[in-house]
């Protein structure tokens, strides 16, 4: 089976599953694991690089709120490499290629490829879309043993902080304007053991203002700019170190939320495990691989910002 992937997270699973080698075409975004860098790109952003967190929101607002993608897809290169199946998702307008679009280039390539779209709102969706995903590339039986083993994980770390104090937690998907991490979100937070103190779970991310934000009373803060890694993610934490500062928390922390938070794919899990540790060091060990900075450490240096995208 060839396998073309138009989501970084579904790029993810699949490499999970052991079906890398059956991916032959890829997203721009797609940089985990390493092996998929070297695949074929099938988009680009629509969005110029080097803008500010702020410039980028509003570049977002503009093409969506005129009914344009913020990705282009590559008919020519998807044509070429000739997929059996396309994974992609129709949940977020701003996380892929549009649905519609993908559906309708389908319909045109010779043997009209089946188009899958995974579309999580809950972190039991994700696990279940593993099997699901399986299913589709005939390896089910696999996509079970995989969904299996990160639930088995997510219950070592229940267990770890059962009984603990539950610290309200402010996530913050995006900080100009600031965004409350919505989805999954919520519920990682809760597995960490800790309180959500304003997102819901199952319910896209919102923004809000910095006096809601402050009305929340939440002892910790973790900066996760959508489709960033920690060095963008302290970067934006820094630009609004004044006013994250003014909510009084007692703990706030950048981390690198393409890897584990903002795509729903088998690293929420890495998410999951990593919360845990920054809201109960004592119990949980901070996973291997993960990027996080207090944001006390970070007022020496600015790193610079990787990734532009906001969902």
């Not at 995974?118 to 039986?141: N, Q």
């Not at 070592?156 to 610290?167: K, M, T, W």
């Not at 809000?208 to 302290?234: F, K, N, R, T």
């Amino acid at each position: 089976m060839r396998i073309a992937s138009l989501v970084p997270s579904a790029t993810e699973s699949l490499f999970a599953l052991g079906l890398g080698e059956s991916v032959v075409g890829v997203t721009h975004e797609c940089d985990w694991p390493e092996s998929a860098r070297s695949l074929p790109q099938l988009t680009r952003s629509l969005i110029p690089e080097g803008l500010s967190p702020a410039e980028i929101d509003a570049a977002v607002r503009e093409l969506t709120a005129g009914g344009e993608a913020i990705y282009k897809l590559d008919r020519d290169v998807l044509e070429r490499l000739r997929p059996d199946l396309i994974v992609t998702q129709a949940l977020c307008a701003v996380c892929a290629v549009s649905f519609d679009d993908v559906c309708s280039v389908a319909s045109g390539l010779p043997g009209e490829p089946e188009v899958i779209s995974l579309d999580p709102e809950t972190l039991d969706e994700v696990l279940a879309d593993l099997p699901r995903l399986g299913l589709s590339c005939g390896v089910e039986a696999r996509g079970e043993r995989v969904r299996l083993e990160l639930e088995s994980r997510l219950s070592a770390v229940r267990a770890a902080v059962a009984g603990a104090e539950r610290p309200r937690v402010l996530a913050l998907e995006w900080l100009d304007p600031p965004f409350v991490g919505g989805h999954w979100v919520p519920e990682m937070i809760a597995l960490a053991g800790g309180t959500d103190a304003l997102g819901v779970a199952g319910v896209r991310s919102r923004e809000a203002g910095w006096e809601e934000l402050a009305g929340a009373s939440a002892e910790v803060i973790v900066a996760m700019p959508c489709g960033l890694y920690v060095d963008g993610a302290a970067a934006h934490a820094l630009d609004r170190a004044g006013e994250i500062r003014s909510l009084g928390s007692e703990r706030v922390w950048a981390v690198d939320a393409a890897s584990s938070f903002s795509r729903p794919g088998p690293r929420l899990v890495d998410g999951v495990e990593l919360l845990a540790h920054l809201l109960h060091p004592e119990l949980v060990d901070a996973p291997r691989g993960l990027g996080f900075r207090a944001l006390s450490e970070l007022e020496t240096a600015a790193p610079q910002p990787r990734g532009a995208a906001r969902a």
